[in-house]
């Protein structure tokens, strides 16, 4: 008995084997036209990385090419627009982020107050929309409302104030690169917020209303604590893209006259590095900004790891 | 009492109901504006009093947009390398992401894959690399470089991984004890099964294709052959500086329509109707998609 099922078994279990292997083939054809994509787009730049580290010339490419070791990072930390760039990068992005999320979770917790079901749809579809749209497109919108004979400023001018340069006044250029970005954003940012929201325990909300707590002490005592794993996690997610400011808008609204404040790293890389054809300077500082970046979003992993028990990857 | 307090609470709501109008409006109008200035005559437009309804409505940008050659070229580039973007990005995402569902038991390889993917979203060798092997690769000026170098979003690939994990597994071990191969299960379980992410990677790899101006602007040397979004930016070109820099009589009738600010407007709001067509799908599956890809359990 034993051994007959045993054999049985045996036959089986060949079968299975081959089964087995066969699919896993099949698995592999499976992943095989994205491995081919992964490796050719993503893999092989990274190996091209190495023109960082030498004097690259297109025509010799990369065997030929002379190696000058970390002459380009030298004279990168040498440069005095380093330190400006960076800053202008950070302190963008920063504004972005601290200014974006506020305003979507207080739009959030603003709009799930609206019980006319047809005006809350109304108003999420049109805030949604911005972030559908290109910079290209909503750089010509900006342009047309902010420059200096825009309506903006028409505004400003009406009520006996001066005009302002905004796109070409580089105090206030990042202010506008910010503005308008939240703007853009707020609506779309604000749906993971509502979800949050929506998730959180109606009976909390009762129990503290019995308590006689006001609207305000619901909404800082019960709402926001509800979001807070959300929040946490968002900001986590944010954080990681600390260095970059957002290219297409930047470079869509920008102009010499605001490099001062306006120049973050990836429009420098852009101008330098493919205008300007310094391929190997532009590579190297490129390279610095992937490394800070990868390790920014590993802590940031392991960060939402220890306080939600949820992970970005 | 009582009554002081749904006092308080009604001038609240209205409170809130305002904000959140402003809010609304605050997003409508900067969009209307540029629609308006694109029904305005050029006079007033120069004259900046158009607001968010057009002043001397006239159809002359659009009648002109008509039989403009090269709006229409970079739009039809446009729509072309959205389908071969879309194509190519489920060809490969999706028996991608399929393939990473399997336990490391069942796919040995699984891991590698996995890690390379990840690693590849955490590190990249940046702007100029990738710039060097496409003109390397000798796709300068084809439409392949606006499509390739984009092929395998590997953010999409994880979003679907994480819904095809979501599928009872009862239904692909059933499909497999009747003696389906991998490829049959993907076909006829799975890809039914995802439609809802299917739709929603499908309009992101739409979006983002549509929208993006960057690879147009570095990878092609021509105007003939910049998609749509890259044909408006290099609209925005400073006019002074092509004048500056000694430019030929076709140049300079480029600038006297560059100056053109209805005519401008008009191909904006063109160039944005595609997805504004498409807007109310966009709205139901995006917002799924963010909810799904940010909220992992």
């Not at chain 1, 509800?226 to 893209?241: E, K």
């Not at chain 1, 120049?263 to 890389?269: F, S």
């Not at chain 2, 990840?118 to 060097?132: E, K, V």
């Not at chain 2, 063109?270 to 917002?287: D, E, G, R, S, T």
Request: with cysteine.
């Amino acid at each position: 008995m034993e051994r007959i099922k045993h054999k049985e078994g045996g036959s089986a279990s060949r079968k299975r084997a081959a089964v087995k292997r066969r699919s896993e083939m099949s698995y592999h054809f499976m992943v095989f036209p994205g491995l081919f994509f992964l490796i050719l787009f993503s893999y092989i730049p990274m190996f091209g990385v190495i023109m960082a580290f030498q004097d690259f010339v297109p025509a010799k490419g990369f065997f030929r090419s002379e190696f000058v070791g970390l002459k380009h990072f030298i004279y990168m930390f040498q440069l005095p627009d380093i330190g400006k760039i960076i800053r202008n990068t950070v302190v963008i992005a920063l504004g972005k982020m601290i200014f974006g999320m506020v305003i979507a979770i207080a739009f959030s917790i603003l709009l799930n107050e609206i019980r006319i079901k047809f005006m809350k749809k109304t108003v999420q579809t049109i805030v949604y929309l911005p972030h559908f749209l290109s910079w290209v497109v909503l750089a010509s919108v900006v342009t047309n409302l902010f420059g200096l004979d825009g309506s903006v400023n028409q505004f400003i001018a009406a009520i006996g104030l001066d005009k302002i340069n905004f796109l070409g006044n580089s105090k206030v250029f990042p202010g506008l690169i910010i503005g308008t970005d939240v703007w853009k954003e707020f609506g779309y940012s604000s749906v993971v917020y509502l979800a949050a929201i929506t998730s959180i325990d109606p009976g909390l909300h009762e129990a503290a209303t019995m308590d006689g707590a006001s609207w305000w002490k619901r909404v800082w005592n019960v709402t926001l604590p509800g979001m807070l794993p959300i929040i946490l996690l968002m900001t986590a997610m944010n954080l990681t893209s600390i260095l970059s400011a957002g290219f297409d808008q930047i470079y869509n609204l920008y102009s010499p006259i605001v490099y001062e404040t306006g120049d973050v790293l990836d429009t420098y890389v852009y101008r330098i590095g493919l205008v300007g054809r310094q391929y190997s300077f532009g590579a190297a500082v490129g390279l610095c900004r992937s490394v800070v970046g990868m390790v920014l979003l590993l802590s940031a992993n392991a960060m939402t790891k220890k306080l939600t028990d949820q992970k970005i990857f | 009492m009582i009554d002081n307090k749904s006092f308080h609470s009604r001038v609240r709501i209205t409170i809130i109901y305002i904000i959140v109008i402003l809010l609304g409006l605050g997003c409508l109008f900067p969009l209307l504006n540029i629609v308006a200035i694109s029904l305005s005559g050029s006079a007033a437009v120069s004259a900046n009093k158009v607001g968010i309804l057009p002043v001397d409505f006239t159809l002359i940008a659009y009648d002109k947009i008509v039989s403009d050659g090269q709006f229409w070229r970079s739009f039809m580039i446009s729509v072309i390398r959205v389908f071969l973007a879309l194509l190519l990005n489920l060809a490969v995402t999706v028996p991608m992401a399929y393939a990473m569902t399997k336990s490391k038991k069942e796919f040995r390889a699984r891991n590698i894959y996995m890690n390379l993917l990840i690693f590849a979203m955490l590190f990249n060798g940046g702007m100029i690399p990738t710039y060097i092997l496409v003109r390397n690769l000798g796709m300068l000026n084809s439409i392949w470089a606006l499509v390739l170098p984009g092929a395998l979003p590997i953010f999409n690939v994880i979003l679907l991984m994480n819904f095809f994990l979501g599928i009872p597994k009862s239904l692909e071990e059933a499909a497999l004890i009747d003696g389906a191969s991998p490829f049959q299960v993907l076909l006829k379980i799975m890809i039914p099964c995802a439609k809802p992410c299917l739709a929603t990677v499908s309009l992101f790899s739409i979006v983002g294709s549509w929208n993006d101006f960057f690879s147009g602007l570095i990878y092609m040397q021509k105007l003939e052959d910049y998609p749509i979004m890259t044909y408006i930016q290099s609209l925005n070109v400073d006019i002074q500086q092509l004048l500056k820099s000694g430019a030929s009589s076709s140049t300079l009738e480029n600038v006297t329509e560059l100056s053109n600010r209805n005519l401008n407007a008009a191909k904006i709001v063109v160039a944005v109707i595609p997805l504004l067509m498409i807007y109310p799908i966009l709205q139901k599956y995006l917002i799924t998609g963010m909810v799904m890809g940010s909220v992992k359990e």
